[in-house]
């Protein structure tokens, strides 16, 4: 007998296993830490997302490559790993700069609904697939700007001082993210920052400009990921 195995089952049970081999813990131990549970209905709505992504991708540049495991590999499970620091609260205010094609913070809002998220970017094409997907997969509490942080001339801005999170995957030098981010920072509110194979040295070279502008660093956290040559921060 030869069932149907379907897309929606093989996405399921990869990402399940990528991160069950990555991290090395068992199912209970990776919930504690990450607060990630992998139902079907959170698979479906990851594989509906991918589908729009190569759709909206055809028309604009939003991750570079069409190819499924690409995506997944590269930039969801990579989202996802910020799930493993204790700073991000699954109630949190959430401010998501650059974010282009929805990385980290839509993979981030599909396994926690209940964070209350900004996503900006200075593109207005791609916020309009941020737009468009949130609104097609009914993720509540979201608001997409179109607004290039520094300024303020645009219509929409995110407000001051009111986010407990924020989070930025490889966007700009760290002192002119650290810059941009600031303001909008709630009283103890902290930056989750994904940074490339050099983060370690890049926070070494501008250890001045982080203590100067006030920011304490809290930790670098390794991530080792299988299919990546080298790890990220």
Known sequence: TISHISPISVLFAYVRNVFARNFRFDAAAWRRRTRLVFEPDTSRTVFFYLQELKKWNRQINLTGSDDDLFVLQQHFIDSLSCAAS??????ARMLDIGAGAGFPGIPLKIFFPELRMTADDAVAKKVMFLRNICRSLALPHVECL??????TSAASVPPLAAFDVIVSRAVGALPHLIALAQ??????GVCLFQRGQHALQEVQEH???IRHSGCRLINVQPISLSFLEHPRY
Do not use: C, I, M, T
């Open 86 to 91: 204790p700073v991000l609260k699954p109630s």
């Open 146 to 151: 179109a607004f290039r942080l520094g300024e």
């Open 183 to 188: 303001p909008y920072l709630a009283p103890n």
């Open 207 to 209: 250890a001045e400009e």
